[in-house]
């Protein structure tokens, strides 16, 4: 799946920390796929001032390639839906939440 960098960030920050042990296992390489390789951070310019993230959005382009299993996008899909359950969803989330749950269902 094609991701943003907005997306990624998003998503890393919306995974669960706690959970068993495969779901963990998942979640641990789904955090290495959306992570930005030495090169990308170069290429999109990326720096970090306390706890805001930047980037220089016209090299992003159509996005990065992330790779996610279906066991992966029903750990997405439901922190996203407890994140709406909760009335808890951002800006920043919608996105995701629109091209994970509404175009899943």
């Known amino acids: 799946m094609l991701l943003k960098v907005l997306d990624r960030v998003t998503l890393l ?3 669960p920390e706690q959970g068993d042990f ?3 296992k ?3 390489k789904l955090r290495e796929s959306c992570s930005f390789t030495e090169d990308e951070l170069v ?3 990326i720096t970090q001032v306390d ?3 930047n980037w220089d959005a016209k090299v992003d382009g159509d996005g990065h ?3 996610i ?3 992966a996008t029903d750990i ?3 922190a996203l839906q407890k994140l709406n359950e909760e009335k808890k969803l951002t800006p920043q989330t919608m996105g995701l939440y629109e091209k994970f749950v509404e175009e899943k269902t």
């Open 26 to 28: 998942i979640v641990r």
């Open 13 to 15: 920050g919306i995974l």
């Open 22 to 24: 495969l779901t963990l």
């Open 69 to 71: 299993g279906e066991k």
């Open 51 to 53: 706890n805001r993230i």
């Open 65 to 67: 390639e992330v790779e």
């Open 76 to 78: 997405i899909v439901a």
């Open 43 to 45: 290429l999109l310019n």
